[in-house]
């Protein structure tokens, strides 16, 4: 399985945010800090914020920064909103699905599992555990 940029870029923005702590950071800081777009960021700083992952701040002033606290906001939760769907193989889509062995095929229900596990997995761990107690990463992304 492999996430969009979109998730990817929507991850590294929260756990910037939760290293700022109760600071704002501003788009441009994060695009600088991981050299990417500040036009995608954008995108994904609204969505986060309609999702109740962050919070803005309107203003000269203004930023965002994490709408709960660091270990409130789960991997899977994060992921179950910024990707757009998980239909690992065509007959995980009911309305598109056109292979003629779907209904004696067990890969669906292995690849199924497979998911389950994944989002096990995730909802496990919480932006807290990426970013708390993590100096190293600290220094390299936020400036002092």
Do not use: W
């Amino acid at each position: 399985m492999r996430l969009t940029s979109y998730s990817d870029y929507s991850l590294r923005l929260l756990m910037y945010a939760a290293l700022k702590g109760d600071g704002l950071v501003t788009i441009q800081e994060v695009s600088d800090a991981y050299g990417i777009s500040r036009n995608h960021l954008m995108k994904v700083a609204l969505d986060l914020g309609r999702n109740g992952f962050l919070e803005t701040v309107r203003g000269r002033n203004g930023g965002m920064r994490l709408a709960r606290k660091p270990g409130e906001i789960g991997l899977g939760a994060v992921l179950r909103t910024t990707e757009e769907d998980f239909n690992t193989v065509e007959c995980f889509n009911t309305r598109s699905n056109t292979c003629v062995i779907s209904g004696h095929c067990r890969l669906k229900g292995a690849l199924a599992r497979a998911l389950k596990a994944y989002f096990e997995v995730l909802d496990e761990y919480t932006l807290a555990d990426l970013t708390d107690k993590h100096p190293a990463l600290a220094r390299l992304l936020v400036p002092a």
